[in-house]
């Protein structure tokens, strides 16, 4: 059979030998960077069966979740072969994917690996092939005899010859001044006469016809691939053969295991044996058969078959029968049998099991996502069950499917039991992780059960603390900032033993909730002190009294050891207020509004702060927040009756939530921090809104701004709503995003349906303008 090798052609940066490729610059589509892709292989030249291996790593560099379509993250060959991974993973942005595989190189010729994605959209799959790439001359290995030689080498080193193929096995390489010169080489052999009496065949031919080689093997020609010896018919003589069995023995894997039986055969007569059977048999039964080639006067040969058995008892009784079948016409028929016994070893046979995956101090990341590093290696327990010592063994672990690495688990005595720990860097993708652990991946050793050599986990992304956490409100006080008016401070702890995820904490004034305040993780002993955003002035005050409660977890959002530790409540009793209002600044949220800037989606959110006192505010921040989306800008000092403007510089990117229209609600606090003293109430400090954005995208023009054919998929820059406000830039243009020509150059957006109806005119002046 034909070998085969690949030899490198050209690859993305010449490295040692023990890679075949490896990138040397990123490569980025779409907000998604390729990178790290290495190709490489067990040998060098890759022979036939031998495996390549490849690996690389897909990154969302942009600012929005990516959704792998059903073709996944592939690796493409020039031979029409593609292995997927991923398909309907998502990628968050700043995350990646790793493609960690294997194949075998089996056919002849050039051979281009390169990496691909596909993307889903709402108009199905959009897949990209990158350009980063990796080329090779697969070239054959010369059968056992032939040559691998220029033909100018051939025809200098043997008188006649032949050529096995067309296919190339190697170059060779020469120099000049001027240039490499790479001359192809092919598989050569020498070719005889046969002498007379002899034919040209091939075996094939030869066992038809009866015949047997002409001496030594004789290389005479080649037909359709096979080679052809010189044969003679045998000559007839009246001399017997006669076929003898000299020793028949086990041959074990391991002490008490076999797996082969093998005899040694004879023919001690002066006649030629043809071929016959030979019988097998253990304790009297008949274990298999096997045929037994011709063999001429005191040739010899051994024959062997398959025999996956442990010894049974004290011994094992081994017997041996050749020409089973009476075919060949011996000189002595009484000699063909043979029996020896074999004792049984006392040795035992192993049995390796996982029976344990786990994490390295897993609860580190109680509440949040899970990663793999230093400190916090996927760990293995390994036990031999069995009643023999185990080898050398391989153990491989695997997350989602993929493998990632391995080790070697060193003998283990039977009963023992090792901790296998592997090293790999990584983040938890998507809301699982599928774990697996295989040991002796190949089944090189012989154990009492099969079954049991892997073990599969799922582990959540975001590591679920054990319900042991208990929060308790260990105090609550009255801050006094000034007269009849008060800050609400408290101190909450984890009395458990493990985390507490973010829970609210709630307050409630006369059993009225009044405000909340979010509590993030919390360790088992830790402590928070916190301070609600909203004060307490007496003018609220209920008569006789109020009762202000602090709740924690007041929505249920954690399941504790006990909850009816929750609650902390201060009494506070009513005393009149003066009604002369207060010399103090009082800042108030009159109104916001968004905009959009011209040519992108991108919202600015600005709003009027008034200072609607009687003194002077000091400088302070301004917090908004809606999903996913928060920021803070800061406020400078206002006199009383003065306003000013803060816009919001961080840009919002509102999200549809249907297919026609995306709502959001939006809150706006000035003075978040308490820290300007203002006249009560302060409860105007507050400005809510909800907001709709209808989107405007379907016009029918390819001009970038919409999703599938428009621009290529959904990872495009979206288009904003037409806002009559907002004035078009000098230049723009519905072929080019950001060109006009002076035809529709009108300064603001007006119709959509009048853009398209002067949609001649601008042609004729594209056309006037040459383009």
Known sequence: MVKFVIAILLSLVATASASLCQQSEAETWNYIQLYGFVVDSDQNPVKLGSIVYYSFRVKNIGGEQIKIGKGGIYLKTSLGDQFS????????????????SSFKAEKSGKLTVNP????????????????????????IECPAGWSCLTAEDASKTFKNYL??????????????????????MYCYREVFECPQSCQCLTQAEANKEGLILCGEKIFCGLKSGEEMYCFQRQQITTELPDLVISDVWPFESSPGVYSEIRALVYNLGRGYATN???????????????????????EN????????????????????????????????????????????????IPDLEVFEISQRNESDFSCVIREYNAGHE???????????????????????????????????????????KFIYNGTCSGDSDTIKVTIDPDNRITELREGNNALEVVWGCRVTPTNQSDLRITRAA?????????????????DGSSYACGSHTGLYIDEILVADDYVDRIAPGESLTKTFWRNYTMTECTPPSDTIKVMADYRNEIMEITEDNNNYTLSLRCEPVPTTPPQKPDLVVLNCHYSFPPGTDDVTITCRIMNQGYLPSQPTTVEISTYQYSDTENLRQLNPGESVDVSFDRLWHPRTTTLHIANYSVQVVVDPGNLVDEIPYETNNIWSTHWEFPLTCNDGIKNRDEEGVDCGGRYCIPCNPCDPRATLPSAFDWRDYYRLPPVRNQRSCGSCWAFAAIGAVEGTFVVEQRG
């Open 378 to 420: 996927i760990e293995a327990m390994v036990r031999n069950s069995g009643n023999g010592t185990s080898p050398d063994a391989l153990a491989e672990l695997y997350i989602d499917g993929m493998f990632v690495n391995s080790v070697t688990i060193p003998q283990l005595a039977p009963g023992e039991v090792r901790y296998v």
């Open 85 to 100: 991974f991923y398909a309907g993973e998502t990628i968050q942005p700043g995350k990646e994917l790793q493609v960690k």
């Open 301 to 348: 040969v051994v024959v062997k078959i398959s025999y996956q058995r442990t010894c049974s008892g004290e011994n094992d009784v081994f017997e041996a029968i050749v020409d089973y079948r009476n075919t060949v016409n011996e000189s002595n028929e009484n000699n063909n049998r043979i029996t020896k016994i074999y004792n049984c070893t006392q040795a035992g």
């Open 276 to 298: 016959s059977t030979l019988a097998f048999f253990v304790d009297g039964i008949n274990v298999g058969e096997v045929s037994v080639k011709g063999l001429g006067s005191n």
């Open 478 to 494: 009255l801050i006094p900032i000034e007269q009849f008016k008060w800050r609400i401070e408290y101190e909450i702890r984890n």
């Open 163 to 184: 050529r096995y193929s067309d296919e190339i096995c190697g170059y060779k390489v020469s120099t000049t001044p001027t240039a490499v010169i790479k001359t192809p």
């Open 116 to 139: 691909g994605i596909c993307l889903s959209t709402t108009k199905g799959d959009v897949c990209h092939d990158f350009n980063t790439s990796c080329s090779f001359d697969v070239v």
